[in-house]
């Protein structure tokens, strides 16, 4: 019997730890180029950016969260576009990556903390830990050049939510479906 109720317990502990999961909101773009998930439904706009490359069309991809104080608020951003053709043939992938870097320094005028070189398989990639100037926020990111398409995804807030288990679910969410 103890046996039985101890089963029932674990195994309804698991469907609840499996229905907090799926409550987040999968995103994909129209093209069905990635999918990744955000806490709710995140707003999509399209926007023309100055960037270390030249003027660039992005898609921007954000949600803002409300904490119950202004240290819990966070954002969850991922932002994508296409490079020019000429720029990836011309460059070298790291030097693509370290100007994205430095244009995400750049526009929180903060300093970095950390970094590391990834992969998503067989796309190059960096995770960044970066402080604003102030230091009362933290950005958590992930930059990537999958051929001509770059990819940011940022987790931003005060430094104890910018990396927590939250900004980890969703960064590691991200999954390409093609590469472009």
């Known amino acids: 019997m103890r046996i039985a109720i101890g089963l029932a317990v674990v195994l309804t502990l698991a469907a609840c730890r499996a229905t907090d999961e799926s409550d987040w909101f999968v995103y994909a773009p129209s093209d069905g180029a990635f999918e990744l998930s955000f806490p709710e439904e995140p707003v999509a706009d399209v926007q023309s950016l100055g960037t270390y490359f030249g003027r660039l069309e992005m ?7 409300r904490g119950e104080d202004q240290h819990q608020d966070r954002g969850f951003i991922v932002r994508y576009g296409e490079m ?13 990556l370290d100007g994205l870097r430095d244009g995400m320094l750049g526009t929180i005028g903060g300093r970095l903390l950390e970094e590391r070189h990834t992969a998503l398989g067989s796309v190059p990639g960096r995770t960044v830990r970066l402080a604003s100037s102030t ?7 992930r930059i990537y050049l999958a051929g001509l398409r770059i990819y ?21 969410s991200f999954q390409l479906r093609q590469e472009r």
């Not at 898609?59 to 969260?65: A, D, I, P």
């Not at 020019?84 to 693509?96: F, V």
């Not at 940022?154 to 590691?172: K, N, Q, T, W, Y």
């Open 59 to 65: 898609h921007v991809v954000t949600l803002e969260v």
């Open 84 to 96: 020019p053709a000429h720029l990836i043939e011309e460059s070298d992938p790291q030097a693509i």
């Open 152 to 172: 940011q995804l940022m987790s931003v807030g005060a430094p104890a939510v910018a990396g927590d288990e939250d900004a980890m679910r969703f960064l590691d």
């Open 135 to 141: 230091g009362e926020a933290q950005v958590v990111g």
